[in-house]
């Protein structure tokens, strides 16, 4: 009986991988560009949604708008924490294709229902952070694709997009909406995620090669490799690391929170218009890419990697504060350029916490801070909600789309400026990245090199031609997948 359980259970796997190696025809042989098609199209068609969903959530919610958004950006982000490293641990066994196809597919899937049913939109935004995890699965992808030298060169490109898409479509989906209705808007970002899904379908080839699969296909996938927790649990075995964790997690913890109510915020209680708001986006945006290419390569070169972070901890604490105090719209503007100076910090901390561990550990270190920061993208949100409901940070009504396509947000008076400080929870963050500041002092700027191996480093080709989707040159022993261990 057990030898014919076995037999039926390899037939079944059989089957299943030979229907999935029929779906999976692909256009040329895997890259980066797939890659990097997929997350601009997939947050393209949610940039669109900006207006259309600010407007949506407050019609939904007149009372608690900014407690329940916060709710649902928070139960979303703790349900993406916690399935990641599971998610990660089948594409291991599955391949990258078939799960691309899925966290897009139901990340994209309650864009339709803003129209039909704002209720069961919004469930089903909080829903489907069980599989928001394309980035996961993405880099993934990448590493599949290149070879490790050429790594921070490839997701580096891959978050260009991801900012790319960010910069363009809530503008475009800002002058759609004044000028034609927010119904048009969601059909467009419909479309677009349609799109998507289409082209995983039928021009994303599998970067996972096939021995890899038929060695794995079908192997248990241990508590270990799902276990969102295990990483966190590793934190203090070394004190500098433990020390970067401290100020990831209090730095990176205001930062969710703003993210996920900030543009609610300058909506409802600056009273920005959408497209006032689109074109913030696009600048703070602009200059971000700006920050985090040019002048972190400056100031990495001339202050180093420790003092670069605290200058990136320093710059968000003057913009939380600005944005805590700040009544007038000119001050979100001037806050929003510090903002985009901050955005050093994370990419600084990266770079930190390689140098700060051995090589053979860089994974499990990498992986403690993503873990952390997914931690805070579930609590962040929430708190700040919460700290808005306390707070009363409400209003009674929200007036409606204007279709001039005016740029000036001011009324004659403002609702922030009735009270001393308008954004409490910005000026509590501000508060908790003075901490993560104070910590950072103490993180030691270089640790004692590690001894130098023997071994010659193998010839590479030319970093472009991974790009572009050549095969990595590294031999078949020395390949290993990247979600192993819940780093992503």
């Known amino acids: ?67 329940m958004n916060g709710l649902i950006q928070g139960v979303k982000g703790l349900l993406s924490f916690m399935s990641a490293p599971l998610i990660g641990a089948l594409s291991d066994v599955w391949g990258r294709r078939p799960f691309l196809l899925v966290t897009v597919f139901f990340t994209c899937a309650p864009i339709p229902l803003m129209r039909l049913s704002p209720w069961w939109y919004f469930a089903m935004i909080s829903m489907s952070g069980a599989f928001s995890v394309t980035f996961s699965v993405i880099f993934a992808y990448v590493a599949d694709v290149t070879e490790e030298r050429e790594r921070s060169t490839a997701y580096g490109l891959v978050s260009a997009t991801f900012a790319a898409s960010l910069v363009t479509s809530p503008a475009i989906g800002a002058y759609l909406s004044a000028w034609y209705g927010d119904s048009l808007v969601v059909l467009l970002a419909s479309l677009i995620a349609l799109a998507d899904i289409c082209f995983i379908l039928l021009a994303v080839p599998e970067s996972l090669p096939d021995k890899m699969r038929l060695n794995t296909w079908g192997a248990p996938i241990s508590w270990e490799q799902a276990d969102p927790f295990a990483s966190l649990r590793k934190v203090g075995q070394d004190s500098t690391v433990l020390l970067i964790c401290i100020t990831v997690f209090l730095s990176y913890l205001p930062e969710a929170g703003q993210y996920s109510s900030f543009f609610l915020y300058l909506r409802q209680v600056i009273n920005f218009s959408s497209t006032t708001i689109a074109v913030f986006i696009g600048v703070v945006g602009i200059l971000s890419i700006v920050a985090q290419t040019l002048l972190l390569t400056v100031l990495m070169r001339t202050l180093g990697n420790k003092n670069t972070v605290l200058l990136g901890l320093g710059f968000q604490i003057l913009q939380l504060a600005w944005y805590g105090f700040g009544s007038e719209p000119w001050m979100m503007w001037a806050a929003g350029a510090v903002a985009a100076m901050s955005s050093i910090t994370f990419p600084a901390v990266s770079a930190l916490v390689s140098r700060s561990a051995d090589p053979d550990k860089q994974g499990l270190v990498q992986g403690m801070i993503t873990g952390i920061r997914g931690l805070c993208n579930g609590l962040g949100p929430a708190l700040y909600g919460f700290i808005f409901f306390l707070f009363n940070v409400e209003l009674s009504t929200m007036d409606p789309i204007q279709g001039d396509y005016s740029i000036d947000p001011i009324p004659a008076h403002s609702p922030a400026e009735q009270t001393l400080v308008p954004g409490p929870p910005f000026l509590l963050g501000a508060c908790t990245v003075v901490v993560a500041f ?32 050549a095969p990595p040159t590294a031999s078949d022993e020395d390949f290993e997948p990247l979600l192993q261990d819940s780093i992503v």
């Open 1 to 67: 009986i057990y030898e014919e359980k076995n037999k039926n259970k390899t037939l079944i796997f059989s089957e299943i991988k030979f229907v999935l190696l029929l779906l999976d025809p692909g256009v040329g042989r895997p890259s980066v560009y797939h890659a990097v098609v997929v997350i601009f199209l997939e947050f393209f068609a949610w940039g669109l949604l900006t207006t259309p969903m600010l407007t949506v959530l407050h019609e939904t919610f007149p009372q608690h708008t900014f407690l």
């Open 438 to 469: 104070l910590v950072a002092l103490f993180i030691p700027e270089k640790r004692s090199p590690p001894p130098v191996s023997d071994k010659p480093h193998p010839d590479g080709k030319d970093s472009l031609s991974s790009l572009a989707g």
